[in-house]
């Protein structure tokens, strides 16, 4: 069983297209996160969720918008792609925000032509 | 705000020999945790190991140690008896222990890749 999956796992998509990732655990996590790894594999923190409420919004462009229907699922939805999204975005959970482990998605690559 | 630094970009090592990975890190807090993620070709990340700032002995996790040495902020990663399954880049990250608006946040150093000689 996948503790945390994400679709799709590569998405290659044109400029100014609106797209979607969705991310789900099964681990019963309460805090979900999304990452950005760019094309140097630089990490960065996007967003974080705990219990469905955004408690982490880094400087992010308002073209990201993240979703949170329930505590399992944290999607990540981006307006207007450009070509400077191109990167690996990853999904994590962890029990809560005080859990020092996360558990990481495999990844989306994004490929913005 | 917190920074992480890994100076190595690259590093190498034979099989069964030992290699040690450099961390150094810069924050005002008193207590935080350390980790060492290893992200493989398959780009999944891997926790390796985990350091708890308030622990002054060092973690270990079978042929994974660190030497966490507080006051000169620095936290490497010995590998021992070095096997091809540990070719990977390998990330240095921090978490705050403190509440807040970033709690929770990993601040990731930018990589070590880690290349396994046979």
């Known amino acids: 069983d996948t503790a945390v999956s994400q679709t799709p796992k590569y998405l290659v998509t044109q400029m100014g297209n609106d797209k979607s990732i969705k991310c789900e655990q099964n681990?019963?996590?309460?805090?979900m996160y999304w990452y950005k790894q760019d094309s140097k594999k630089f990490l960065k923190i996007m967003f974080s969720?705990?219990?469905?409420?955004?408690?982490i919004n880094e400087t992010v462009p308002n073209r990201f918008s993240p979703k949170s229907p329930d505590k399992a699922h944290l999607n990540l939805h981006i307006n207007s792609l450009e070509l400077g999204d191109s990167a690996v975005y990853f999904c994590?959970?962890?029990?809560?925000?005080?859990?020092?482990?996360?558990?990481f998605g495999p990844g989306t690559r994004l490929t913005v032509t | 705000a917190q920074t992480v630094t890994q100076s190595q970009p690259e590093m190498s090592v034979q099989e069964a020999e030992t290699v040690t990975l450099s961390c150094t890190y810069d924050?005002?807090?008193?207590?935080?945790?350390l980790f060492w993620y290893k992200q493989p070709p398959s780009r999944q990340m891997i926790l390796v190991i985990r350091?708890?700032?308030?622990?002054?002995q060092n973690a270990t996790e079978n042929r994974f140690s660190v030497n966490f040495q507080k006051a000169a902020k620095s936290f490497s990663l010995k590998i021992s008896d070095s096997q091809l399954g540990d070719a990977a880049m390998y990330f240095c990250?921090?978490?705050?222990?403190?509440?807040?608006?970033?709690?929770?946040?990993?601040?990731f150093g930018q990589g070590t890749i880690l290349t396994v000689h046979p």
């Open positions: 924050t005002s807090e008193s207590d935080y945790y």
């Open positions: 994590a959970s962890s029990r809560g925000v005080g859990s020092y482990e996360q558990y």
């Open positions: 990250a921090y978490r705050s222990a403190a509440g807040g608006t970033s709690y929770g946040k990993l601040t």
């Open positions: 350091q708890e700032a308030y622990k002054q």
């Open positions: 681990l019963g996590h309460d805090t």
């Open positions: 969720y705990n219990n469905k409420e955004l408690i």
